[in-house]
Structures are given as C-alpha cells and as structure tokens.
C-alpha cells in the first residue's frame, strides 16, 4: 500500500505550518506530544483525547496544543 498523505497548510498554535497528518491525534504525536498531556482544540472547540484520533484536519484549520508548564 502506498503513502498517500498530502501537505496541508493550518495554523498551529497561531503559526502558519505545512503538516503531512490528516487527524488531530497524529497531529499530536508528530510533534512531539505523544505520550504527555496536552489539551487540544480546533478551530477554537476543545478536543477531548476520545476524540482525537477521528478529529479530521483540513487546510486552514487553526490547531491548538497546549502542554501544561510547572514552575513559578
């Protein structure tokens, strides 16, 4: 079977970004989130985690990624 993923521009985390995933869990994961907990949100609409992996992408979605910080 072939690879068949094409380049789609969005905007992630307020930056123009070419991404090569067409779901919101890939999209995660390809960028270094997999594994930690992350809060998402499309096109300003929170994301459960559930609910990633069949959360489509389409070019010129705005994606959120937010990584919880620690410190003070």
């Given at each position: 079977?072939?690879?068949?993923?094409?380049?789609?521009?969005?905007?992630?985390?307020?930056?123009?970004?070419?991404?090569?995933?067409?779901?919101?869990?890939?999209?995660?994961?390809?960028?270094?989130?997999?594994?930690?907990?992350?809060?998402?949100?499309?096109?300003?609409?929170?994301?459960?985690?559930?609910?990633?992996?069949?959360?489509?992408?389409?070019?010129?979605?705005?994606i959120e990624i937010l990584a919880a910080r620690?410190?003070?």
């Amino acid at each position: 079977m072939s690879d068949l993923r094409q380049e789609m521009m969005v905007v992630l985390n307020g930056n123009p970004s070419v991404v090569l995933v067409d779901n919101l869990a890939a999209l995660v994961a390809d960028n270094g989130y997999h594994g930690r907990r992350v809060a998402t949100a499309l096109n300003g609409v929170f994301v459960p985690v559930d609910q990633r992996a069949t959360t489509t992408l389409r070019p010129g979605d705005r994606i959120e990624i937010l990584a919880a910080r620690q410190g003070g």
